[in-house]
C-alpha cells in the first residue's frame, strides 16, 4: 500500500450553475475524491459564466451545499470585468483569474489582446492568473507576463512548440508555468478512431490530441511541466454522439491511475524521456499546485493507493454523472483504496464516505 | 522649396527574380527614386525566393545591372535555413533576415515556432531580423525578442492591439522596433469599395485594411512608429481584377506626397493624435531606418520637395510597372522636383537620370 498526499486538480469543470445533467458540485467532487482529488479548483465557463459577484455567489452557493472535496472557484475574465482595482475583496474570494483565449465560445472569449493587457494590468499581481492560450495566443499571453513582471500559469498545454517555448521562457527568468492533461500525455491523434468508436464527437476536446512528437516533447521536457491538471470536461455521451458534439473528456477519475501506471511502465514506448515517478506526481499534483495557486496544507489527509491492484478502466464505476471515459478498457496498475480527508475516510474501496458540503471552499474566510 | 534627405523604404518587394511582369529592379528602383526613396531593402519573397548565397546571388546579379538607387536585398527564413552560424558571412550581405509568420504563402512561411527559436538563436544578434507577424503572432516574436535578448523589428503593424503591445514593449524595454504603411495610416476597411472600383481584388492587402479605431491608434501613438515603410506590393490590375487576386498594393511614388499633405492638413478628421511634422517624415524614414538596419549615409544626396504643389495622384504618370494605385486621384500637396543621389541628379521633373546600375549594394563590400 503507497501512501500520497490528497492530489490538487486546479482545472476541472463541475457545470454548476447550468448544466447539472452532465455534473453539478455533488457528482464531480465525488468523482475527484474517488479519483485521490481532494481539493479542485472550479472553472468559470458554467451558465451563466461567473465572472463577478453575483455570478461568483450563485456557484460557490452550490457548492456549499454540495461539494465533498475542497475547492475554489475561478472568476473569468470578459470584456466588461477589466476594473478588478474596483472590485474591493472579490479577486481574494476566486481560485484566480481564468482567461479564455482560444477555442472557447461564449461571453468569456477575448479576442482581443487590448483587453488581455487590461486584465494583466487590473488583475492583483500576487493571485492567480490562468490562461487558455494554445500555440501563438501562448506566447503572447507569456509575453504580458514578461511585461507586467507578473506570474502566469497556462493551462493544458499540449504541443512541442509550446513547452520548448515555455523552457525557453523560464530559463530567461519569466514567471511562467504550466499544466499538462493526462489526454495529451497518453493520447495522440492517431487514437482518435478507438476512442471515437464510430461516434468522431467522443474524440473531440480542446486542445486537441496532438501529434506523437509533440506527445513526445512533454515526455521528453517533464521537468518544464509544473502540473498535472485533468481539465475534466464532462459531457454525456448522448451529447458527444450527437449534432455538434461539444469538446471534452472527463479525467478526475482516470488521472492517477494512468499515471501510477506510467511510473510502473516507464516511458511510452516511443518517447525518450525520463521515467515518471512517485515524487513526479507529488511534485506536480500536490507541493507545485499548492505553492503556484497559494492554497492551503489539508491536515489529515491522504490518498492509500494499492500499487499492485491491475484492472481496467471502465465508466460504468465511475462517479462522473456524464457516464463514460476515453480510457475505457484500458489497463492499469494502481488503485485508490482509501482517502482521507481532514482526519474523515472520504473513500473506502470506492464507496464515497462524506456528504455533500463537507467540503471547503478554501478561499473562504 | 523644401530639402529633405533621400527617404529609406525598409520594405519594398521588386518582384525579381521570376515577376518581372510585375516589377523588376529597374522599374522598381526607378520608382523609389521618383518618390525620393533613394534606398530600399528588397523582400525575398521572389521566385524562386531568397534564402541562401545561391539565390541571393541571383537577386544581386539582376540589382547589380539594374538598380538606379541604392539597395540591399533581405534573406527569408524556411524550415531548412536555421543553421546561419555555418553560413560564414552570408548573413553580412543581407540587408537582414525576414521570417513570414503570416497571411504569407510559399516556401517562407514558418508556422512552427520551434523554427523561429532556431532563427532566432542563429541569426547574429547585430544584424537585421524583421517579422510579418499580426495580431499574437506578433506578440509571440517579440516574446522572442525578450528571451533572446535581440532587436527585432516588425514588418507593418496595422492594428490597435499591435500598436499598444509594441509600446508596453518597449516601456518595459524590449528591443523592439516597428513599422507602418501609408494604406494603415491613411485608408480604412470603410474605404475598400472606393478603392475596389468593383474590383474586389484591388481592395486586397496583407495586413488588410483595418477599422477606424485601428487607424486612430496609429495616429494617436505616433512616437511608438519607429518607421514609414510602403510594403511596395506591385501586382498588374489585370491579377488584381482576376481570380485569386494577390494581396498587396504599390506605394513607392505615393508615400511622402501623402505625408506631406497630413503635415500641412494635421492629423486625419476622426483621429485624436497630434499633427506629423516634418521631423516626423525624416525620423521615420531617414534616422531610424538607418539606425536599425545599420545603413550607410548617402553623401550628396537630397530630395527637393515644391511644397506648394497642389495637384491629383494618378497611376498613369508613375513610373511602377503595376500600372495603377489605391490612392488614384487623391488630391495631395508636395511634389518631388529634383533628387540627388550620391552627388548625381536622379530625378528633375518627372524624369529619371541615372542610368540602371547606378544604384549600390549597401551591403556589398
Given at each position: 500500500m503507497i501512501k500520497l498526499p490528497g492530489l490538487i486538480d486546479p482545472h476541472v469543470h463541475l457545470r454548476e450553475p447550468g448544466q447539472t445533467h452532465k455534473e453539478d458540485w455533488d457528482s464531480g467532487t465525488a468523482a475527484a475524491l474517488a479519483g485521490g482529488v481532494t481539493m479542485l479548483l472550479a472553472m468559470p465557463n458554467t451558465k451563466p459564466p461567473i465572472f463577478d459577484a453575483g455570478t461568483l455567489d450563485l456557484a460557490l452557493t452550490a457548492a456549499r451545499s454540495k461539494a465533498r472535496c475542497d475547492y475554489a472557484q475561478y472568476l473569468g475574465a470578459g470584456?466588461?470585468?477589466?476594473?478588478?482595482?474596483?472590485?474591493?475583496d472579490l479577486p481574494q474570494k476566486a481560485a484566480g483569474l481564468k482567461m479564455y483565449l482560444d477555442s472557447t465560445f461564449g461571453?468569456?472569449?477575448?479576442?482581443?489582446?487590448t483587453l488581455w493587457q487590461q486584465h494583466f494590468m487590473q488583475w492583483p499581481k500576487e493571485l492567480p492568473l490562468v490562461a487558455h492560450s494554445e500555440s501563438r495566443s501562448m506566447a503572447a499571453v507569456i509575453l504580458m507576463a514578461a511585461i507586467y513582471d507578473r506570474p502566469v500559469h497556462i493551462a493544458h498545454i499540449s504541443l512541442k512548440e509550446e513547452i520548448l517555448l515555455i523552457k525557453a521562457a523560464k530559463e530567461r527568468g519569466i514567471k511562467v508555468t504550466c499544466e499538462v492533461c493526462p489526454q495529451h500525455l497518453f493520447l495522440t491523434r492517431d487514437d482518435i478512431p478507438a476512442i471515437s468508436?464510430?461516434?468522431?464527437?467522443?474524440?473531440?476536446?480542446r486542445p486537441r490530441l496532438a501529434t506523437r512528437e509533440d506527445v513526445e516533447a512533454l515526455w521528453g521536457n517533464?521537468?518544464?511541466?509544473?502540473c498535472f491538471a485533468t481539465d475534466h470536461a464532462p459531457h454525456t455521451l448522448a451529447e458527444k454522439d450527437g449534432e455538434n458534439p461539444p469538446p471534452g473528456f472527463p479525467g478526475l477519475e482516470t488521472l492517477l491511475p494512468l499515471l501510477l501506471t506510467a511510473v510502473e511502465d516507464?516511458?511510452?514506448?516511443?518517447a525518450q524521456g525520463r521515467r515518471l515517478t512517485m515524487d513526479d506526481i507529488i511534485q506536480k499534483s500536490v507541493t507545485n499546485p499548492r505553492r503556484i495557486f497559494s492554497l492551503p496544507e489539508q491536515p489529515e489527509t491522504w490518498v492509500e493507493v494499492d500499487e499492485n491492484a491491475n484492472y481496467e478502466l471502465h465508466a460504468?464505476?465511475?462517479?462522473?454523472?456524464?457516464?463514460?471515459?476515453?480510457?475505457?478498457g484500458w489497463k492499469v496498475r494502481g488503485r485508490v483504496r482509501r482517502v482521507m480527508l481532514r482526519g474523515k475516510i472520504a473513500v473506502e474501496d470506492g464507496k464515497i464516505l462524506v456528504q455533500p458540503g463537507y467540503g471547503q471552499n478554501v478561499r473562504g474566510k
Open positions: 470584456p466588461d470585468n477589466t476594473e478588478w482595482g474596483n472590485q474591493a461571453q468569456l472569449r477575448l479576442d482581443d489582446m468508436q464510430g461516434h468522431p464527437g467522443r474524440g473531440e476536446v517533464l521537468d518544464v511541466i509544473d516507464g516511458p511510452l514506448a516511443f460504468d464505476e465511475m462517479k462522473s454523472r456524464c457516464g463514460w471515459t476515453p480510457f475505457e
